[in-house]
């Protein structure tokens, strides 16, 4: 089956980069997602990006994918100590009973941010 | 306007009983979901519903069942709790016929089953 792995943690200074990556494995995936899970909540949907595009910039947000070697990363720039959270890579899958996608989601980046 | 409500928060629950947890939202989104993350694990997809009065498999289904009686509602059963189905469990939303497939989660509900 399809599998999406990330890192399991990654710790930065207040006002570093951020960048935490992803691999997939489902070539056909159409879009390729960052979601963020804040400690006792839910996922807030942060950022998608096109599989035929190479880069998306939303304010500090920025998105690669490299989809020959299969790798997506998010770099949060000026990183806070409220971006601390976990970090979820989720690819489309195509469920074959009904040619709808659904979501195939990595375990997660914990990212913490020290002051 | 609340988006997706998930009922209870939190249940501590005995091996053998029923539950239903419940899922509701207010955005007349075609397609729901339930999963439930586990340390290390991720999301898992346990079962969706593409429009209301139908319903599929997911990834992890066995020990759960859904229904899909209108759009707005989507409760999962746990027909008999065993300790394995202890987690956080999340609903989630889309609208089946946005491009992109974005989909948004209820606050989830934390379940342990003694």
């Known amino acids: 089956g399809e599998d999406v792995e990330q890192s399991l943690f990654l710790s930065v200074r207040e006002g570093d980069s951020s960048v935490i990556n992803c691999t997939y494995t489902?070539?056909?995936?159409?879009?390729l997602y960052w979601y963020k899970q804040e400690p006792g909540a839910g996922l807030q949907l942060l950022t998608y990006?096109?599989?035929?595009?190479d880069m998306k910039q939303d304010q500090r947000l920025t998105v690669l994918l490299n989809k020959k070697d299969k790798h997506l990363s998010l770099r949060i720039a000026d990183t806070q100590t409220g971006d601390s959270a976990i970090y979820f890579c989720?690819?489309?899958?195509?469920?074959?009973?009904?040619?709808?996608?659904?979501?195939?989601f990595g375990s997660g980046t914990r990212l913490q941010v020290q002051p | 306007i609340a988006g997706i409500t998930q009922a209870p928060t939190s249940q501590i629950l005995a091996a053998g009983r029923r539950m239903t947890l419940r899922c509701t939202q207010d955005?007349?989104?075609?397609?729901m979901y339930w999963y439930r993350q586990d340390l290390g694990l991720g999301l898992r997809l346990i079962h969706y519903?593409?429009?209301?009065?139908?319903?599929g498999k997911g990834e992890v289904p066995d020990g759960y069942s859904v229904s899909r009686a209108n759009t707005d509602d989507f409760p999962l059963t746990l027909a008999s709790a065993v300790p394995s189905q202890t987690s956080v469990y999340f609903c989630?939303?889309?609208?089946?016929?946005?491009?992109?497939?974005?989909?948004?989660f209820g606050p989830g509900t934390r379940l342990t089953v003694l």
């Open positions: 989630a939303s889309s609208d089946a016929g946005g491009a992109a497939d974005t989909q948004y």
């Open positions: 489902d070539s056909s995936s159409t879009y």
């Open positions: 990006i096109f599989s035929n595009m």
């Open positions: 989720a690819e489309s899958l195509v469920l074959m009973d009904t040619g709808r996608r659904a979501l195939t």
């Open positions: 955005m007349r989104h075609n397609a």
């Open positions: 519903s593409n429009t209301a009065g139908t319903t």
